[in-house]
T-cell receptor
């Protein structure tokens, strides 16, 4: 079966750092994605990990451990506009298209 | 042009109506997708087209009928829908091939459907 788990909700303070965890169990693995989705809007791509380690992109970093089936998204210097849902998604196989399986999403609320 | 464009943005229809959702991309992507998203839930895959051929149908009821007229366009034809089909319908596309960005999905803004 396919299973992706992430916390339902998190809160944090403006300017702080927050880490959103994701664990997965899938029939195959060809990469893990993080997407940001503001309420009523389309998901936007944040990061992609296929090898173990940390990928840094500005205020956002994403980490992957394939042996542990674990990833996290790290958001630094939080801003109010970072209040959104963060979706962890796994691509279970390689091929000409990408059947992403999404986790339920983590709703992050950033407070002043 | 790095956009996926969906029309209409909002659609209200009765259970006996026939309507269509449209999606367009000009990034040369050869895979296109329909996802359905209910409020506070993750997107759920409905259909995948690869090189204009239907590759995945996630056991979607036949009242939803996808069509891919060419590599840039993807339609979703709707007929005899139920109120529980009300949701945000997201179109996405992705490039083919291998490499770091394989499979990154570019999403459109979505079409918010209400079935009365």
């Amino acid at each position: 079966g396919q299973n992706i788990d992430q916390p339902t909700e998190m809160t944090a303070t403006e300017g702080a750092i927050v880490q959103i965890n994701c664990t997965y169990q899938t029939s195959g693995f060809n990469g893990l994605f993080w997407y940001q989705q503001h309420a009523g809007e389309a998901p936007t791509f944040l990061s992609y990990n296929v090898l173990d380690g940390l990928e840094e992109k500005g205020r956002f970093s994403s980490f992957l451990s394939r042996s542990k089936g674990y990833s996290y998204l790290l958001l630094k210097e939080l801003q109010m506009k970072d209040s959104a849902s963060y979706l962890c998604a796994v691509s279970p196989f390689s091929g000409g298209y990408n059947k992403l399986i999404f986790g339920a999403g983590t709703r992050l609320a950033v407070h002043p | 042009d790095t956009e996926v464009t969906q029309t209409p943005k909002h659609l209200v229809m009765g259970m006996t109506n026939k309507k269509s959702l449209k999606c367009e991309q000009h990034m040369g992507h050869r895979a296109m997708y329909w996802y359905k998203q209910k409020a506070k839930k993750p997107p759920e895959l409905m259909f995948v087209y690869s090189y204009e051929k239907l590759s995945i149908n996630e056991s979607v009821p036949s009242r939803f009928s996808p069509e891919c007229p060419n590599s840039s366009l993807l339609n979703l034809h709707l007929h005899a829908l139920q109120p529980e089909d009300s949701a945000l319908y997201l179109c996405a596309s992705s490039p083919q091939g291998t490499g770091r960005n394989t499979g990154e999905l570019f999403f459109g803004e979505g079409s918010r459907l209400t079935v009365l």
